[in-house]
C-alpha cells in the first residue's frame, strides 16, 4: 500500500509474465492493474480491482483494509477479473457501478446482491472524502466512468490516461524517469482507445469543469508532475492530430517493393523531413506500426500483388487503421506486381474507404523489378508527401 495523497492509497499490481494484453498486444515492459484505496472517517472504498491471476498480490497489498465499497469505473476484466474473489474475502463490500456496468457484473460474474446502481454526477460520502461519479462511456467499452474526490482534486480515469509498462518501484510519476512510459502510452491508446477519440473528446470536455491535480488510471503511473502534459498527448491523439513525420508501411516478398519503400525515405530525408519510421509488415508487430501511424502525419503504404490481392500483411494493418477511423494524414501509395497489376488498385480504395485524407493520393508503381519510371514516381511521391507534412 502507497499514499498518492492523504487517505488516498495505492494498492495494484505488476504482471510482468503476461505476454500479450488482450492476448493481441505485446508487453515487452510488463503492464500494471492499478487499484486504489480511499479511506473517509465513515467508509472505505476501493477504485477497480485487478485481474484474476493477480488476486493474492492485491490482497497483499491491501494490507488488511476492509472495503465497504467496490468501484468500478471500467468492466474489462483486466480490472474486473478479481470481482468475485473479493466478493468471498469481503461479503459487505457494495459493488458501485452505473446501469450498464452492473449489467455486465451479472453476465460476467452471476452478482446481482449488494450492489449499488449509481447515475451521472452522483455522489457517495464516505465521511470527509466524497466520490463523485462521471459516466464517459465508450472509454473504450460502454460502461466506462471516472470517479473523482473533489477534497483532493483527484480523479480515478480508468484506462483513460493509461499506458503500457509495469511500474518500476514508484507509482507517482513525480518519483520516476517517464520518459520509458510515453511511447507505451502511445502504444497503448492506438491499439485499445485508438477508435474512440470522439468519446474521449467528449470526456475531456465533460470533465473541463473539473479542476484535477492528480490523474488516476488503471494502467501505469499516476500522472501529477507531468498532468499537463499527459493530457496535452491524450487531446492530441484523440483528435488524430499528429506530428511531423512520416510512417512507411510496406511488405515484400522478394525485395522490390522493399527497394521502392528504401527510395522513398531517401528522398524524404533529402526533402527535410527527420521523423521517418519504416516498418516491414511482415516482421514489425502491428502494436508498434499503429503506434506510429497515430503519431506521424504522413503515412505510405506499399506492397506487391498477392493472389491476385493485395499481400496479406499489409491489408491486416490496412483493416486495423480502419477500424480505428484514423483521420487527417498525408497519404501514399506504392506496389509491385509481375503480371497482375492488383496491389497499387487494393491499397489505394482502402484507403479512400477510410476518412484518412481528402485529397488525391500519390502513388509509384513497379512491373516486376524497380523500373527507372517506378523510381521517378517514387521520388515525386516522396516530394509531395513531404512538402505537405512538413507544411
Ligand atoms: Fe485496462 Fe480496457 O481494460
Not at 239 to 249: L, T
Not at 254 to 273: C, F, K, P, S
Not at 289 to 310: C, E, H, R, V, W
Not at 316 to 337: D, H, P, Q, W
Request: aromatic share 10%; charged share 20%.
Amino acid at each position: 500500500m502507497r499514499e498518492i495523497v492523504s487517505c488516498i492509497d495505492y494498492v495494484g499490481v505488476n504482471d510482468r509474465t503476461t505476454q500479450k494484453f488482450e492476448a493481441l498486444w505485446p508487453l515487452p515492459q510488463g503492464v500494471s492493474y492499478n487499484s486504489y484505496i480511499v479511506r473517509g472517517s465513515k467508509c472505505t472504498a476501493m477504485i477497480d480491482a485487478v485481474e484474476i491471476s493477480q488476486c493474492e498480490h492485491l490482497l497483499k497489498n491491501m494490507n488488511g483494509a476492509q472495503p465497504d465499497y467496490l468501484v468500478i469505473n471500467h468492466m474489462e476484466p483486466d480490472h474486473s477479473g478479481a470481482i468475485p474473489v473479493l466478493r468471498k474475502y469481503f461479503p459487505q463490500m457494495t459493488i458501485v457501478g452505473n446501469i450498464k456496468t452492473l449489467d455486465m457484473v451479472k453476465n460476467y460474474y452471476g452478482i446481482e446482491d449488494n450492489v449499488l446502481k449509481i447515475a451521472d454526477g452522483e455522489e457517495l460520502d464516505l465521511g470527509g472524502l466524497t466520490l463523485r461519479f462521471y459516466l464517459t462511456p465508450m472509454i473504450h467499452w460502454p460502461e466506462t466512468m471516472m470517479t473523482y474526490v473533489p477534497e483532493r482534486k483527484l480523479l480515478f480515469t480508468g484506462d483513460a490516461f493509461g499506458c503500457f509498462g509495469a511500474l518500476n518501484g514508484a507509482v507517482t510519476d513525480s518519483d520516476i524517469d517517464i520518459s520509458p512510459y510515453i511511447p507505451e502510452m502511445y502504444r497503448y491508446y492506438s491499439n485499445i482507445v485508438g477508435k474512440y477519440g470522439t468519446f474521449v473528446q467528449k470526456a475531456i470536455n465533460k470533465l473541463n469543469c473539473i479542476e484535477a491535480n492528480y490523474l488516476c488510471p488503471t494502467h501505469g503511473p499516476v500522472w501529477h508532475e507531468n498532468l499537463r502534459y499527459i493530457s496535452s498527448i491524450y487531446n492530441r491523439l484523440s483528435k488524430y492530430e499528429a506530428e511531423p513525420g512520416v510512417v512507411i508501411v510496406y511488405g515484400s516478398m522478394y525485395g522490390n517493393t522493399e527497394d521502392m519503400a528504401e527510395l522513398i525515405a531517401d528522398q524524404l530525408v533529402q526533402e527535410g523531413v527527420r521523423n521517418i519510421r519504416i516498418h516491414n509488415a511482415s516482421y514489425t508487430d502491428l502494436s508498434y506500426i499503429l503506434s506510429d501511424i497515430f503519431k506521424y502525419n504522413g503515412l505510405i503504404i506499399g506492397a506487391p500483388t498477392y493472389s491476385n490481392g493485395l499481400y496479406p500483411p499489409v491489408e491486416a494493418v490496412l483493416n486495423a487503421i480502419k477500424v480505428r477511423e484514423l483521420k487527417n494524414r498525408y497519404v501514399g501509395a506504392f506496389g509491385s506486381f509481375t503480371w497482375a497489376p492488383q496491389s497499387l488498385k487494393r491499397i489505394k480504395t482502402i484507403l479512400q474507404e477510410m476518412s484518412l485524407c481528402t485529397e488525391d493520393i500519390p502513388t509509384a508503381e513497379t512491373k516486376c523489378g524497380v523500373s527507372d519510371t517506378a523510381k521517378v514516381q517514387c521520388i515525386s511521391l516522396a516530394k509531395e508527401i513531404a512538402a505537405k507534412v512538413l507544411s
